[in-house]
């Protein structure tokens, strides 16, 4: 019988709100493998435990979530959902390097179903879209000192947000004219704002 160690595992990042692959092998998990995305933030590890293996990350809502695989599951499985055991929210997948990489690629362009409770799902799909395709040719960013921008979505608007600066971009989401002018723009530069580490300051007496 033919053992394959080789394992992937793809997860959504909770600040740039982009898929991270990690290509590692199950015979050499001797360290915890540090699981951190491209943007510099790190959302956790995955280690190899007495019964199994251990997933110790934060899902895209900065939840810490734990889960625990067993030997069989990653030896013997091609691909896993990895979904949180509280909340069912998925978080990326786990498996055979190819089979990862493939589904990462048919992914790639998707954002989960719109819920019908936006004012335009219509257009907040399409605006979804653009975003993420200029996320994607890495056209979304913040100047500060350690960019981390990631994504909020409400009801009649998106908003990009650096989680290190607080630096916000609206874009609103209600009409076929928000899609063309956003359309329009080629990248999205966000300006530093230290706004939430000047209100930590103290007056002086």
Do not use: W
């Not at 709100?17 to 092998?25: A, D, K, Y």
């Not at 819920?115 to 993420?132: A, K, Y």
């Not at 409400?154 to 600066?165: Q, T």
């Not at 916000?168 to 063309?180: K, Q």
Request: contains cysteine; neutral net charge; aromatic residues 6%.
């Amino acid at each position: 019988m033919v053992v394959h160690s080789e394992r992937a595992i793809a997860l959504t990042c909770p600040a740039c709100q982009l898929v991270q692959g990690h290509e590692f092998s199950l015979f050499r998990l001797f360290e915890p493998l540090q699981l951190i995305c491209s943007c510099g933030f790190s959302q956790g590890h995955f280690r190899k435990r007495r019964k199994g293996y251990e997933l110790d990350v934060l899902d895209v809502n900065g939840n810490r979530v734990r889960m625990l695989f067993s030997k069989r599951e990653l030896f013997h499985t091609d691909l896993i959902n990895v979904r949180s055991p509280s909340s069912g929210q998925k978080l990326g997948y786990l498996g055979s390097p190819q089979v990862v990489r493939e589904t990462i690629e048919t992914d790639a362009h998707s954002f989960p179903e719109v819920p019908t409770d936006f004012s335009n799902p219509p257009v907040m799909r399409q605006i979804l879209d653009i975003l993420q395709d200029l996320a994607i040719e890495s056209k979304i960013r913040c100047v500060c000192d350690r960019p981390m921008v990631g994504l909020d979505v409400y009801a009649d608007r998106v908003e990009l947000v650096c989680s290190h600066c607080a630096s916000t971009v609206r874009i609103s989401a209600t009409t076929s004219e928000h899609v063309h002018s956003l359309a329009r723009v080629g990248e999205i530069v966000m300006e530093p704002s230290y706004a939430r580490h000047l209100e930590a300051l103290k007056p002086l007496n």
